[in-house]
């Protein structure tokens, strides 16, 4: 398992001089922000993240990522059904891919009325 524990660790909240130590404390796996949380995340989320671009791959997109933020690239009828497969795949690790937050872009000469815009 990639996560680790971190008993009754601090939480700070804020910076510098203005931070403030949270009234909870960190009971399970690493701190926000700090430098191995990063990389732990990267580690576990990354089987699932080659499992996509395998798949988007086998139509000539990608997937690319940085920590949590991930790019699919391909024709809209590979990746609108891959990104539900990739979140489905998270949820297996008890992640929650945030549809409501993602982003498509359509070139206009590849945008037909099927697709529309904001």
């Known amino acids: 398992m990639w996560r680790t524990k971190c008993i009754n660790g601090y939480v700070g909240l804020g910076s510098s001089e203005r931070m403030i130590t949270a009234k909870f404390t960190s ?21 699932i993240n080659r499992r996509t671009n395998d798949e988007l ?13 991930t790019y699919m690239l391909g024709l809209p009828e590979h ?6 497969d990739h979140a489905a ?5 008890g992640l929650t ?14 945008r037909t009325p099927q697709y529309h815009t904001r």
Do not use: M, W
């Not at 795949?89 to 690790?93: E, F, G």
């Not at 993602?102 to 590849?110: A, R, S, V």
């Open 89 to 93: 795949r998270l949820a297996t690790i």
């Open 27 to 47: 009971d399970e796996g690493e701190q926000q922000g700090a430098v191995k949380s990063g990389f732990s995340f990267c580690i576990g989320i990354n089987p």
């Open 97 to 110: 891919l945030n549809l409501s937050k993602t982003k498509c872009y359509i070139n206009d000469q590849y």
């Open 57 to 69: 791959g086998r139509h000539g997109g990608a997937l690319f990522a940085g920590i949590d933020d």
């Open 79 to 84: 990746v609108f059904t891959i990104v539900h």
